[in-house]
């Protein structure tokens, strides 16, 4: 089976990758670490610089990273993050005179895969990525493409009912859930893989 | 081989196309097959399994509004739940936050309700969850 070309993250892992591919994983994902760093008790205005920072980090490093189990992505962002802000309170001695640090907290219970705070990342990593993603490819579909992908391939409901629904040919759903998923992987498959 | 396996794509091909995995050339002749054969038409629809596909649904569904009237298939409908508004769910700045409360560490933001907060914008809120000052809904993670 011949399958279809490289995702962004091997884009962007390859020698001399587009400024484009830069671009995208920068515009997906500065509203998102820039949301979580505002989230870090006593960071306040510096957050939105160190976002920037932790995605010059990102883009160093990323040659390195390699995708070990499914989530890695993501995981290894968070990771990334939580060194750059630990990073960034050690060079400034960022800790409380005395008593309970809890940017300190805030951080370990981040870096820690099984914390709820760390799922709560995970999660809203996804669901700002699907969206990010959907919001890019959408303008390259016609819309009943996308409402047929919408239906079939997201809601889940069966071919026949959306061709139906929408005129169409099951085949022409089945096709429209193909061609959306493909142009998706494309775009970004693997932050979500 | 016999005259199934020579006619129709495998189930493996036909799983990668309704993935989106296959090629432009291998996914058009699919495609072609696709229209002359109700069989495979079938036994594509029904190969689901998909994790890439099972992120989506489940990322769309937690970033889905209360109201299903967003998944009609108008191209407006669908801007607004491409584009969606994950800020308006998403825990405010603690730099917003009021004295005393952006410290917190046995409790955890989980959004802002809006000044002069409602009974009804608090009810989605369960479990451990308070609200501060009819202003921030909270929850106790580390009790939960």
């Not at chain 1, 883009?59 to 995708?67: A, G, Q, S």
């Not at chain 1, 309170?89 to 907290?105: E, I, N, T, V």
């Not at chain 1, 981040?110 to 699907?130: G, I, M, P, T």
């Not at chain 1, 959306?180 to 979500?192: F, M, N, S, T």
Request: aromatic share 6%; glycine share 6%.
């Amino acid at each position: 089976v011949t399958l279809t070309s490289v995702s962004l993250l091997d884009r962007l892992k390859a020698a001399g990758p587009d400024a484009s591919d830069w671009n995208r994983l920068h515009a997906v994902y500065l509203p998102l670490i820039e949301r979580w760093l505002g989230r870090v008790p006593g960071l306040g205005a510096e957050s939105a610089d160190l976002a920037q920072e932790v995605l010059v980090v990102v883009f160093r490093e990323l040659p390195r990273f390699e995708r070990q189990r499914q989530g890695s992505f993501r995981a290894w962002l968070r990771q990334v993050t939580v060194n750059k802000i630990r990073n960034y309170r050690r060079q400034r001695h960022r800790r409380p005179a005395a008593g309970l640090d809890p940017a300190a907290r805030f951080l370990e219970r981040l870096a820690d895969s099984n914390d709820d705070l760390a799922r709560e990342w995970d999660q809203d990593h996804d669901k700002h990525v699907v969206q990010k993603l959907l919001a890019i490819v959408q303008p390259d579909f016609n819309p009943t493409t996308w409402a047929a992908f919408q239906r079939f391939g997201i809601e889940g409901l069966p071919a026949a009912k959306v061709a139906e629904e929408l005129g169409f040919s099951i085949n022409a759903v089945v096709l429209a859930k193909s061609r959306v998923l493909r142009r998706l992987r494309e775009e970004a498959g693997d932050l979500l893989e | 081989m016999d005259a199934h396996a020579k006619l129709h794509p495998t189930d493996q091909t036909l799983s990668s196309y309704g993935m989106g995995k296959l090629d432009d050339a291998l996914a058009e002749a699919v495609n072609q097959h696709l229209e002359t054969c109700p069989d495979c038409r079938r036994r594509v629809a029904e190969l689901s399994s998909d994790p890439f596909l099972d992120r989506l649904r489940d990322a769309h569904a937690q970033g889905r509004p209360d109201s299903p009237s967003h998944l009609i298939s108008s191209t407006a409908g669908l801007s607004m739940l491409a584009i969606g508004n994950p800020s308006s769910q998403a825990p405010p700045p603690a730099s917003t936050l009021p004295p005393g409360l952006a410290d917190r560490t046995d409790y955890r933001v989980l959004r802002e309700l809006g000044q002069g907060g409602t009974a009804s914008s608090t009810r989605t809120c369960k479990g451990s969850c308070i609200s501060v000052g009819n202003r921030f809904s909270l929850n106790s993670p580390i009790a939960a």
